[in-house]
């Protein structure tokens, strides 16, 4: 079988860790791909697992005072590290190192999940978790 003849099956794209180098171009040409890009080439070719509900969005606090930016670009790579085995992107954060205050933005099938990477990656969970909608 040639590369061009190659499907990915649901047990490749579903598996958002094996996805995030082979749903595009298969094995022979993998790319990079993130877990966002997985779910929805899997939601193109067979539709939402779930009823066809967008994954929820949502916006955590900590509130950590003495916190550095460099400290949190860390914890925010291990964060993407882990964050495949769940169906979990961790999409943006945003440091106030004065104020002692960090704010991440993910994409999780729901707040126990997104949690879960938090304390896998590097034990800091969140003080607060909201479900957000993005606006304009």
């Not at 949502?58 to 003495?66: A, F, K, N, Q, R």
């Not at 990477?117 to 479900?131: F, I, M, T």
Request: hydrophobic share 30%; aromatic share 8%.
């Amino acid at each position: 079988m040639s590369s061009n003849d190659w499907e990915p099956g649901v047990e490749t794209v579903a598996s958002f860790s094996k996805a995030r180098t082979h749903w595009n171009t298969g094995p022979s040409n993998p790319v990079r791909a993130t877990p966002r890009d997985a779910r929805r080439y899997h939601f193109a070719l067979y539709g939402c697992c779930e009823g066809d509900k967008p994954v929820p969005l949502y916006m955590d606090h900590h509130d950590l005072p003495g916190v550095k930016a460099e400290d949190v670009a860390k914890a925010h790579e291990a964060d993407v590290r882990v964050q495949g085995q769940y169906g979990v992107e961790y999409q943006h954060y945003w440091v106030d190192e004065a104020g002692g205050q960090v704010w991440c933005l993910v994409e999780a099938p729901d707040k126990e999940t997104a949690t879960r990477v938090h304390r896998e990656a590097h034990g800091l969970e969140a003080h607060k978790l909201d479900e957000v909608k993005q606006g304009a």
